[in-house]
């Protein structure tokens, strides 16, 4: 069989040969997929942070300045604030 | 070193394989071991998948240098460190409705195949039937198959009809 750590260094050196771009076009060209939307990234979009986890529940085309914001600084969407009626209500 | 695999097919098929001397290269993003040319281990196994009326027994002669077997430790160690090097470069997506582990298992291995082009046969075992529900321990029955990538590696080819094999 192969010479394992001869193997694997070969491919190390591969990878870490290519630039960021080219990498990312080689492991596509593989299969695999990334998650590139900002929103995925957790950038910020105007002074509010999109946060990870948040995919289809904030919209970045609202101005940050027009968004109610939480204590901690993050925008809330209307589920938000819809859950928070229904705990207040339940409580 | 010699390897002897089954190929398990229908006979219209294996005719225009044993004719050709040139087999079908299996190329999609859910084969196990990526683009390659597949065989058991077994003849049942062979016979069994999709319940194929004939196989092919068939020798591929490869060099040890060129051979890389996933079963071994060091085979493992390769896959997990590949794993982890390709995981760690990049935010790979991991949304389970859109990747499955099938897809996830084929892009390593094709990376593997596309970063060693030495490599020519690799040999693994993967379970037989499918998943009922998610556990750790793994114990399901599991049989042996290897991805030979180039015809010119399969030396010897012949058909064995289902009905020609004794218990």
């Known amino acids: ?91 | 070193m010699y390897l002897t695999g089954y190929h398990g097919t229908t006979l219209v098929n294996a005719n225009k394989i044993v004719s050709e001397h040139k087999f079908h290269t299996s190329s999609s993003d859910y084969e196990w071991l990526a683009d390659g040319i597949y065989f058991y281990c077994n003849i049942e196994d062979a016979l069994n998948w999709r319940k194929n009326e004939v196989v092919i027994h068939s020798l591929i002669k490869v060099k040890d240098a060129e051979f890389l077997d996933m079963d071994s430790e060091q085979g493992r160690k390769l896959f997990f460190k590949v794993y982890n090097k390709i995981a760690s470069s990049q935010e790979i997506n991991e949304d389970k409705e859109r990747f499955s582990v099938q897809q996830n298992q084929c892009a390593i291995m094709r990376s593997i195949w596309n970063l060693l082009p030495n490599v020519k046969v690799i040999a693994a075992s993967f379970p037989s039937i499918p998943s009922r529900m998610p556990v750790i321990f793994d114990a399901r029955p599991k049989r042996r198959e290897f991805c030979v990538r180039e015809n010119s590696y399969i030396k010897y080819v012949h058909i064995i009809k289902r009905g020609e094999i004794n218990d």
């Not at chain 1, 050196?13 to 593989?30: A, G």
Request: proline content about 4%; cysteine-free; glycine content about 6%.
């Open chain 1, 1 to 91: 069989m192969i010479d394992i750590d001869e193997a694997f260094s070969i491919i190390e050196e591969k990878i870490d040969k290519m630039s960021p771009e080219e990498r990312v076009l080689f492991l596509k060209k593989m299969g695999f997929e990334f998650n590139n939307s900002p929103r995925r990234r957790g950038v910020r979009i105007g002074r509010v942070k999109i946060r990870r986890g948040r995919r289809g529940r904030v919209s970045p085309v609202v101005k940050s300045s027009k968004r109610p914001k939480t204590k901690r600084g993050y925008a809330y969407s209307k589920i938000d604030d819809k859950n928070r009626k229904t705990k207040a209500t339940n409580t």
